[in-house]
């Protein structure tokens, strides 16, 4: 179910802008009833850029929520220098993979592990498709160091049911909690929960309530946390490789289109005939929840003269008679755009750097000098 409050418009957009309390934010943000924005869905599938926000905002280059901001623009620096190598390990972690199941196992899915704090955390994933980004690091880090799976198998579960699933800030989200994109793993015990979570998130007694040193060495052994007793959980929602609605790419006349896709949701340009598409080769290997469909695809239909849902070579033909074809460039569709597309780049913040920043610390002081 779409949350009301997160409608798949540039008004709701807008609205959501308006209402940000960056000072509240500042305090609070790490609780999970704090003032967080509830902007990454429509900054994800293009409805705001960054630099939209950040002038709206008008704040300070140093202010917490810019720094938030950063870490953005800072893990798709890192997708555009590494590529594909962004779903593999950076560098090597505590354990070595073959220590880690390749598979999520099926208690973790259900929200029946027994742990509050991380059943709470699906149980909230499955109903709105959101999740408050210290909840994930909580729900990554009991998944990977206490149940030893790797993290690519977490990430792309977790990718898949999120509305502002975003493949560079999720799965590096995921490599910084595992220790392969970071120094050393994120780690997490029951008094971090209860500080900053409601109380039935709160998991005194269960197998998460460790000292730090006792997470730390079971991070760094192959032994893992128990699974959960006994059925029960709930039913992960389907995922879906491509929507229900829309129909197959048909050749037609016209002088330019502008290409309306999932990650290009914001306003078009002006007197532009709009397609909008579903390129189904760019979900073949990362499907989506029925809600997450649902979101992108009302906003698609609502800009769009007309919605296609067809392969890359489907629209490719269909737009073959059209000399200008336009439209944002994204790395989640990129390589299945036609190829005589123009690509418009995405809005930034932060000026590009060169060669590739290792550690968000050294991109941000590059890229302060460069502002």
Request: with cysteine; glycine share 8%; proline share 7%.
């Amino acid at each position: 179910m779409i949350p009301q409050d997160l409608a798949p418009t540039r008004e709701a957009a807008l609205a959501r802008l308006a209402a940000v309390d960056a000072a509240a934010y500042a305090r609070s943000r790490n609780h999970l009833q704090g003032a967080v924005t509830g902007l990454s869905p429509y900054l994800t599938h293009g409805l705001l850029t960054v630099p939209e926000c950040l002038a709206a905002l008008g704040l300070p280059p140093q202010h917490k929520l810019v720094y938030e901001f950063g870490w953005r623009e800072f893990f798709r620096h890192v997708w555009d220098h590494r590529g594909e190598a962004i779903f593999r390990n950076l560098h090597e972690g505590p354990l070595p993979d073959a220590a880690y199941l390749r598979e999520l196992p099926q208690d973790i899915r259900r929200g029946a592990t027994g742990v509050p704090v991380v059943d709470q955390a699906v149980r909230t994933l499955y109903a709105t498709g959101t999740l408050h980004n210290h909840a994930r690091m909580w729900l990554a880090s009991y998944v990977v160091h206490g149940r030893k799976v790797h993290w690519r198998a977490g990430a792309d579960w977790l990718y898949a049911h999120l509305l502002d699933g975003d493949l560079a800030s999720n799965h590096l989200s995921w490599q910084w909690v595992a220790g392969t994109g970071s120094h050393k793993p994120y780690l997490f015990d029951a008094a971090n929960v209860a500080r900053f979570a409601p109380r039935d998130w709160h998991s005194w007694g269960s197998a998460i309530d460790l000292s730090y040193e006792a997470w730390d060495a079971l991070a760094r052994r192959s032994d893992r946390l128990p699974a959960g007793q006994g059925g029960g959980g709930l039913e992960e929602p389907a995922l879906l490789h491509r929507p229900t609605m829309g129909v197959r790419p048909e050749a037609f006349e016209a002088a330019e289109v502008w290409l309306a896709h999932p990650w290009a949701l914001g306003e078009p340009p002006p007197g532009m005939r709009v397609v909008g598409v579903v390129i189904t080769d760019a979900h073949r290997q990362r499907p989506w929840s029925e809600t997450r469909w649902q979101w992108v695809l009302s906003r698609l239909a609502g800009l769009s003269d007309q919605l296609w849902v067809g392969s890359a070579a489907e629209v490719a033909g269909a737009l073959a008679g059209v000399p200008r074809v336009l439209t944002l460039a994204n790395p989640h569709v990129d390589p299945w755009l036609p190829k005589g597309a123009e690509l418009l780049p995405e809005a930034r913040h932060f000026k590009s750097v060169s060669p590739v920043c290792g550690s968000f610390s050294r991109w941000w002081e590059r890229v302060q000098r460069r502002t």
